[in-house]
């Protein structure tokens, strides 16, 4: 029984930044591996980044994102957020926070157990 809540999620014109929150509340993340997804119309809903538990919160990014995008966590507040930098048109796109119940991270969307309503995240030419 664990509820996410996505937000900071809006309309910015090209090369501009966004930071996402994921508010965890019913459970703590603790133990908990955290990933980002998003899904644009028509198409799949694909892995943007994770970060696990473990190993000093490991973190993991598709390529078409690396070195824009970070992913990071402050346990105390159940929070993780996605830091975005140099937003391109084809970033647009809900942007949904997932959880599951191990330290791990994975892109596989299928092990992600618990997931948020999902932000709307529009980037302008």
């Known amino acids: 029984q664990v509820q996410l809540v996505e937000s900071g999620g809006g309309l910015v014109q090209a090369s501009g930044t966004l930071r996402l929150s994921c508010v965890a509340s019913?459970?703590?993340?603790?133990?908990?591996?955290v990933g980002w997804f998003r899904q644009a119309p028509g198409k799949e809903r694909d892995f943007v980044a994770a970060?696990?538990?473990?190993?000093?919160?490991?973190?993991y990014y598709a390529d078409s994102v690396k070195g824009r995008f970070t992913i990071s966590r402050d346990n105390a507040k159940n929070t993780v957020y996605l830091q975005m930098n140099s937003l391109k048109p084809e970033d647009t796109a809900v942007y949904y926070c997932?959880?599951?119940?191990?330290?791990?991270?994975?892109?596989?969307?299928?092990?992600?157990?618990?997931w948020g309503q999902g932000t709307q995240v529009t980037v302008s030419s």
């Open positions: 997932a959880a599951r119940a191990r330290m791990l991270a994975t892109k596989d969307r299928n092990q992600y157990n618990y």
């Open positions: 970060i696990s538990w473990q190993g000093g919160g490991t973190t």
């Open positions: 019913g459970r703590t993340f603790s133990n908990y591996a």
